[in-house]
């Protein structure tokens, strides 16, 4: 299961949800040469779980950390497919903002990760530094890509399949 992030105006929003096949549509959408998007390839539950101590199975409504991981509308529980709104995007900023991703990383605990079955299942010693680096670049690209979206006015489009 691969995670993608795509900015996406509120109009184009609109015409993916009505479609009849969301996922389909979200899957063009993405492919589309003009559609910026950032993937964060498997690593999008290990991101939610340092942040949040949750698994992303468990997404914290109100919470924009989790929210910054999973979005903030949830429109296809099937194909994960959520959508965070233009006006959302400042909170999730800030919350990104406040995180010390160095002490984070610090304390980082993997039998935490394993115990919580967090995806995908690569969360051994063998492999610490390498995930601790993984996962301290995926949140400055996650970060980078949420301003990106506040500076473009866009919304954020989540889809986890």
């Keep these: 299961m691969l995670g993608v992030y795509m900015l996406t105006d509120e109009n184009t929003m609109n015409i993916l949800s009505d479609n009849d096949n969301l996922f389909e ?29 949750k698994s992303s199975q468990e997404p914290i409504e109100g919470e924009p950390l989790s929210e910054a991981v999973v979005g903030v509308h949830v429109l296809d529980c099937e194909s994960f497919i959520a959508y965070t709104a233009p006006y959302e995007i400042h909170t999730i900023i800030k919350a990104l903002n406040e995180v010390d991703i160095d002490t984070l990383i610090t304390k980082m605990n993997l ?38 979206a506040l500076n473009s006015q866009t919304g954020v489009l989540v889809s986890i399949y």
């Design 25 to 53: 549509a979200v899957e063009n959408y993405g492919e589309e040469k003009t559609t910026i998007s950032y993937g964060i390839d498997k690593l999008w539950d290990g991101l939610h779980f340092l942040l949040t101590d």
């Design 111 to 148: 039998s935490k990760f394993r115990k919580a079955k967090i995806y995908p299942n690569i969360w051994v010693k063998k492999n610490e530094e390498q995930l601790k680096k993984e996962l301290k670049q995926e949140f400055f690209n996650l970060k980078t890509f949420y301003e990106k």
